[in-house]
């Protein structure tokens, strides 16, 4: 056996509601090769080696981000690590929060992939967001040591994303417009409300308009409301006549079950509920500290266990996409044209969710909407272990199940891409093909592990055609 090891960085750049920020990494990868074995690269040590300033996201309006002073923040922090573009190998750059709402955010990210490198590239809705800020707080993990039921709630400027998980595995996710820049604060006065929230506060008797003097009891009286939005939406407290309305773009709320035993925070205001913050409440410019102060209050939310989240305000921060280079099963099925592609996301459905057809396809169907950022699904790869699911008919009534739980992929533009473990690819994916009466491409591989929230490049063929060089690119967040 030989046993290399290379030392790779690796940068992650969020764009997010009220902030942007960079993470450097550097990633010790081990590749382990014989004569009898392609090569496969794993991590072995994980080192953030610079964390950048934490900046105002700049907009040039309400509706534009502001393309060319955000290139300006990275590249000023390119300097100051003593990094330049060429040196990185992998990394990645999520636009989330209202900022991935902003008319120009499709090119501010292409903009940036190509000033930063080949990356993983995605606008996180926020449902995806809701993901990334629960992984990077650790609540997935925590859920899993604990045997637990967890949420994680990431409360930024513009909206809080939650993300529920029992003993590791991703049960719902739901997002409120509930942030700590929602009311903003210039020279002692208000300069800013949201109007959600000027509405919430007038129903229950709490009168404010911009222009007004910014008094922290009467503001903090706005945010305890808030906070209560949060309880309700934790299925802690009965949900009240404003609630439904509270969710962003008119979401969806968390399912009730299962239970949630305990909470992390995550997000710029979650600081200001770790940490008591008495001092200048209004010290950024807005109700983020009155905020932070009024969840940390809330009997409701209370009525659960506190857990300190691994991030907090870099939570969302992918601290690098990791290049684990592996190449298919020979049983596999694809389209020589539609190959190669690139950064295209994992939709992983649990080994404990794949026990029955019936929670497999519940399992695709839930999370479909979470690679759907602007409504529409994008090019997604399904993934998933297909163990115990060997013999001929097995393998029918999957290809069925799959093709009934996955029908707006289908009857969108883009190839059908299943990913399995098991070695089944060549016989499933002729199934497919069979039973979508060769009217969709399909491209079914096998022996490849994946993560949800993993993305995936799917190379030319290889090896007279036998097989296809695949590089999973994980999201590695700071811990």
């Known amino acids: 056996m030989k046993l290399l090891h290379e030392v790779i960085l690796s940068v992650g750049i969020d764009i997010g509601t009220s902030t942007t920020q960079l993470i450097f990494s550097r990633l010790t990868i081990e590749n382990q090769a014989s004569s009898y074995t392609v090569p496969r690269i794993n991590i072995v040590d994980k080192e953030v080696i610079y964390r950048s300033r934490i900046y105002f996201t700049p907009l040039r309006s309400p509706t534009e981000i502001d393309a060319e002073a955000v290139k300006k923040i990275v590249r000023s922090e390119y300097r100051a690590a003593g990094i330049t573009p060429e040196e990185l190998k992998t990394g990645a750059v999520i636009i989330t929060g209202e900022t991935a709402r902003k008319e120009n955010a499709n090119e501010v990210l292409s903009a940036l992939s190509d000033l930063a490198g080949d990356f993983v590239v995605a606008t996180a809705g926020p449902d995806l967001e809701s993901v990334l800020s629960g992984r990077g707080a650790g609540a997935d993990v925590l859920s899993k040591e604990k045997h637990t039921t967890v949420a994680n709630l990431d409360i930024g400027g513009g909206t809080t994303n939650i993300a529920l998980y029992e003993r590791g595995t991703l049960r719902g996710t739901c997002c409120l417009d509930v942030g700590g820049r929602l009311i903003k604060v210039a020279d002692g006065r208000i300069s800013y409300i949201y109007p959600k929230i000027q509405a919430l506060a007038k129903d229950n008797g709490i009168e404010i308009k911009v222009g007004d003097r910014a008094y922290p009891e009467q503001l903090y009286g706005v945010c305890r409301l808030m906070a209560a939005q949060l309880a309700q939406a934790l299925h802690l407290a009965a949900p009240d006549g404003h609630h439904a309305g509270m969710y962003t773009n008119d979401g969806r709320a968390l399912p009730p079950q299962p239970q949630i035993q305990a909470v992390t925070y995550s997000g710029g205001v979650a600081d200001c509920i770790y940490q008591k913050m008495e001092d200048d409440v209004f010290r950024f410019g807005d109700v983020g500290v009155l905020l932070g102060k009024a969840v940390r209050a809330d009997p409701d939310l209370n009525r659960v266990e506190l857990c300190q989240a691994a991030e907090t305000i870099r939570a969302t921060v992918v601290g690098a996409g990791t290049h684990t280079t592996e190449v298919s099963g020979s049983t596999i099925r694809y389209e020589r044209d539609k190959l190669p592609i690139k950064n295209v996301p994992i939709l992983k459905v649990s080994q404990e969710d794949e026990e029955s057809l019936e929670t497999l396809k519940s399992s695709i169907i839930q999370q479909m909407p979470l690679f759907a950022p602007e409504g529409k699904v994008e090019q997604i790869a399904i993934a998933f272990t297909g163990e115990k699911r060997t013999s001929f008919a097995d393998v029918q009534a999957l290809a069925a199940a ?33 039973l979508l009466e060769h009217k969709k491409d399909v491209i079914c591989i096998d022996g490849i592990k994946t993560l949800s929230g993993d993305y995936i490049d799917i190379g030319e063929p290889i090896a007279g055609g036998q097989v296809l060089p695949v590089v999973i690119k994980t999201l590695i967040f700071n811990s």
């Open 402 to 434: 799959v093709i009934e739980s996955a029908k707006e992929v289908i009857q969108g533009p883009y190839p059908l891409i299943v990913v399995v473990e098991n070695d089944i690819g060549k016989v499933l994916g002729n199934a497919l093909n069979v």
